[in-house]
Structures are given as C-alpha cells and as structure tokens.
T-cell receptor, first 105, second 113 residues
Framework: SQQGEEDPQALSIQEGENATMNCSYK?????LQWYRQNSGRGLVHLIL?????REKHSGRLRVTLDTSKKSSSLLITASRAADTASYFC?????FGAGTRLTVKP | EAGVAQSPRYKIIEKRQSVAFWCNPI?????LYWYQQILGQGPKLLIQ????????DSQLPKDRFSAERLKGVDSTLKIQPAKLEDSAVYLC???????????FGSGTQLSVL
C-alpha cells in the first residue's frame, strides 16, 4: 500500500506567495523524504529529514517533522513559476499521491 | 557522474504480449528500485533490490511481473502477459544504501493497446 498522504491534492498560488503542503503517515519512520516531479517525468529529490530531526532547510524549502502527529510539511517560500510541479512525500520508499502545485506568473 | 540509465524510452505493445525494461543504476549504488507510475498517481513501489537480493516485492504482481538483478548491477523488469491496466511509466531508481536519497532514471512509458 502507498504510505504518506499529501494534502491538499492541488494548490494554486501567485508568484511570490508561499506554498505549504502537508503529509501524514501511519507507521514509524527512520526518515521522510520529499520529491518534486515536473510535467514530463523527472523525479528529483528535495529533502530528507530523519526521525530525530524536527526541521530542515534547503534554500527556499523548509521541511518540518512531527513524529507525535505522524505528519510533515513542506514550505516553499517566495514561489516562482518554475516551482510548478507535483510534490510527493516518501516514507519507507513509498510515495503518496502528491500535491499538484501551480504557481501563476 | 552518470545517472540512472533506462531503456527503452517508449514501448507500445498489444495486450497479452510480453515486454522487458532495462535499468543500469549509478555506479556503486547497492540498492535498486522499480516503480510503476500510472497517470495522475504517485509512483508505486514494485520491487527493491539490495545488491542482487530482493528486499521488498510485496506490491509486485507476481503472476505477470518478474524482475532480476544479476551480479548486483543491471536489472530487468518483465511483464508477461501484459494487460491494458499495465499502461504506465516504469521508473528505475537507485540509492547508495537502503531508505536513502533516490536517484531516478527517465523512465519507460508503456502503452498497452
């Protein structure tokens, strides 16, 4: 079965705004990862956060992890049109259904 | 550094035919994964290899799908016979160790008619 469910399923924002995506999971984790997939196929790794970490940053990306609530969030600040893509959380190497982000110029 | 190589890029077959996909992971990566991604969905893990041993094939439809990783490097995924619902992109990924950052190939888009 797929692990990690993202919320919302789709998100549309204006360039410059922040985008927040959430992920929930059901079982214990060693780590949780976030990936981006542009139209086409390319899947790219964004961030890996381990179970003993609460927050991690990478450029305009910020990921938080709350193991007590079995949830994680991905924040993209100052979004750009190029951020338009699907974003997936991955737990135990299983992908969720993803959040489709559209950033309007 | 060379990435994950997959071939073919596209494949069109008729139902009940057989098809095989090939993957060459990044050199030195012990773990190799095959995913199936149906349009509009997230990738679904089919099988995970650690070197040439299977770690997880719980979601592999074993009545028609098979995979092997000889010598712990290249891998092939086969479907025999194909069904219409097998139409999807088949993605290969590798990582240095298990449960670590995945590096994906470009995938093979399969259309079953």
């Amino acid at each position: 079965s797929q692990q990690g469910e993202e919320d919302p399923q789709a998100l549309s924002i204006q360039e410059g705004e922040n985008a927040t995506m959430n992920c929930s999971y059901k079982t214990s984790i060693n780590n949780l990862q976030w990936y981006r997939q542009n139209s086409g196929r390319g899947l790219v790794h964004l961030i890996l956060i381990r179970s003993n970490e609460r927050e991690k940053h990478s450029g305009r990306l910020r990921v938080t992890l709350d193991t007590s609530k079995k949830s994680s969030s991905l924040l993209i600040t100052a979004s750009r049109a190029a951020d338009t893509a699907s974003y997936f959380c991955v737990h135990d190497m299983r992908f969720g259904a993803g959040t489709r982000l559209t950033v309007k110029p | 550094e060379a990435g994950v190589a997959q071939s073919p890029r596209y494949k069109i077959i008729e139902k009940r035919q057989s098809v095989a996909f090939w993957c060459n992971p990044i050199s030195g990566h012990a773990t190799l994964y095959w995913y199936q991604q149906i349009l509009g969905q997230g990738p679904k893990l089919l099988i995970q290899f650690q070197n040439n041993g299977v770690v997880d094939d719980s979601q592999l439809p074993k009545d028609r799908f098979s995979a092997e990783r000889l010598k712990g490097v290249d891998s092939t995924l086969k479907i025999q016979p194909a069904k219409l619902e097998d139409s999807a992109v088949y993605l290969c990924a590798s990582s240095f160790g298990g449960r670590e950052k995945l590096f994906f190939g470009s995938g093979t888009q399969l259309s079953v008619l």
